[in-house]
């Protein structure tokens, strides 16, 4: 996934359950929004998930291998899931999901 920034515990553990089931995460934040006291990038990493950071903001969206991408302005924390209106789209075009996918993996490498 590529996100701006992740603050809700229940979606941090969900992550964690799917690492722990043997699904591949991978989690790629804006860099500045990592330095947030209240961002869950630790609790990912010492999960043993691999964490980057990128230059890049506004990354909003999640890859479910070749089948699905989710995107839209959804920040993954209590305030989008609860008081914001946000909104997360999901996509199952096949193009559609390999574009985001090569977007994903050019994002990773230039990450930290």
Do not use: C
């Amino acid at each position: 996934m590529a996100v701006y920034s992740i603050t809700h515990d229940e979606i941090v553990d969900a992550l964690i359950a799917a690492h722990q089931r043997g699904d591949q995460v991978r989690v790629l934040m804006d860099k500045l929004q990592a330095s947030n006291r209240y961002a869950d990038d630790e609790k990912l990493e010492a999960a043993g998930i691999p964490v980057k950071t990128g230059g890049t903001s506004g990354l909003m969206f999640l890859i479910d291998g070749e089948r699905a991408v989710g995107t839209g302005s959804f920040n993954w924390s209590v305030n989008a899931d609860e008081r914001n209106a946000e909104n997360f789209v999901i996509i199952r075009l096949k193009y559609t999901v390999a574009s985001f996918a090569e977007e994903f993996e050019k994002l990773w490498g230039e990450a930290q």
